[in-house]
């Protein structure tokens, strides 16, 4: 038994077992999605130069270039939770063998449904090792997949899901020291969330006895949204600086922020645009690595800034949130 979250972080119990039936079950059940399955699970399955047919979606067009996995996993939705007014998370139960780094997306096939998704985990490795469950936060747009989520899906709902991307944070034990530097506009947290999430995992590794050693510098939040109803994950982050103090800081920038700011989020609360300054206070161009995941005005801006500010370009890796 998993828990399930239905509503607005209001928590029911429910089965939520794995989900182990074939991949070819999902596309006798999906047949827009079916050519696309048997491509996944056919001999040529490796070669992503078929991704270039007319047939490609939005998603994949964007992502054609990118890796991403040969295998095509069954998975079920086993909880939803209301985040904000425009954004759910679904909290998806897996096949044993699916996996993936923090900061990774998936293809999302859903049954009736030809387009396909494109949502990045908002959940760490260690909680799929833990549960064997992800978790997605999806905003509502008229998109058909995100549209799916905000006006069809249920808990019970099948899909299935493919791993894909090469924005991801994965050190080895004793790897070089690293700073993170994390810098997120709207949704474009979800990856950089899951970023956290892995690295506060990896530092209790570091206090436990397991007998392996991950070289984890500072992590720093720049977290740009554009009032605090439209913040995610805000309390859950607030309580990583909390618990690792010396680790872990984060400052959440607001631009249309009308009303006023709850008690617990002011000291966190910075009104108006991510700054030079903010960014140089956290930046060590010898240690640091920024993950940076936005609208594309933002990344280029930002990338703009860190580099007159001596950051290597190769140790900026991005994500557009178009």
């Not at 396909?116 to 058909?144: D, N, T, W």
């Not at 949204?225 to 309390?235: D, G, H, I, V």
């Amino acid at each position: 038994m998993l828990s399930v979250l239905t509503g607005s972080r209001v928590a029911m119990s429910a089965p939520c077992g794995l989900i182990c039936t074939a991949a070819r079950r999902f596309a006798r059940q999906s047949p827009a999605a079916a050519p696309q399955c048997r491509r996944l699970l056919g001999p040529g399955s490796s070669n992503r130069r078929n991704m270039s047919s007319k047939k490609q979606t939005d998603h994949l067009e964007r992502t054609a270039s990118n890796y991403r996995q040969n295998a095509l996993y069954p998975a079920q939705v086993c909880g939803i939770v209301t985040e904000s007014e425009t954004v759910k998370r679904l909290r998806i139960a897996v096949h044993p063998d699916f996996s993936f780094k923090a900061g990774q997306w998936v293809d999302f096939f859903i049954p009736g449904v030809e387009k396909v998704g494109g949502f990045s985990m908002c959940s760490s490795p260690g909680l799929l090792q833990r549960e064997g469950v992800v978790e997605l936060a999806i905003k509502y747009a008229k998109h058909p997949p995100a549209h799916w989520v905000h006006t069809v899906c249920a808990v019970g709902s099948r899909v299935a899901m493919r791993v894909g991307g090469d924005f991801y944070f994965d050190p080895l034990p004793s790897g070089p020291a690293v700073d993170l530097l994390l810098v997120a506009g709207g949704v474009g947290i979800n990856p950089l969330y899951s970023i956290l999430l892995h690295t506060s995992d990896l530092l209790r590794l570091n206090q436990s006895s397991a007998g392996r050693h991950f070289n984890i510098g500072s992590a720093h939040l720049c977290y740009s949204a554009k009032n605090t109803q439209e913040l995610l994950f805000e309390s859950s982050i607030i309580e990583k600086c909390g618990e690792f103090p010396n680790k872990f800081t984060c400052n959440f920038h607001v631009t249309q922020q009308r009303a006023g700011v709850e008690p617990h989020l002011q000291p966190f609360v910075k009104s108006g645009r991510i700054t030079a300054e903010e960014l140089q206070a956290n930046l060590d161009p010898q240690r640091t690595l920024c993950y940076l995941c936005g609208p594309p005005p933002m990344i280029e801006a930002i990338s703009k800034t860190l580099m007159d500010l001596g950051l290597p370009k190769d140790r900026i890796l991005f994500e557009k949130w178009w």
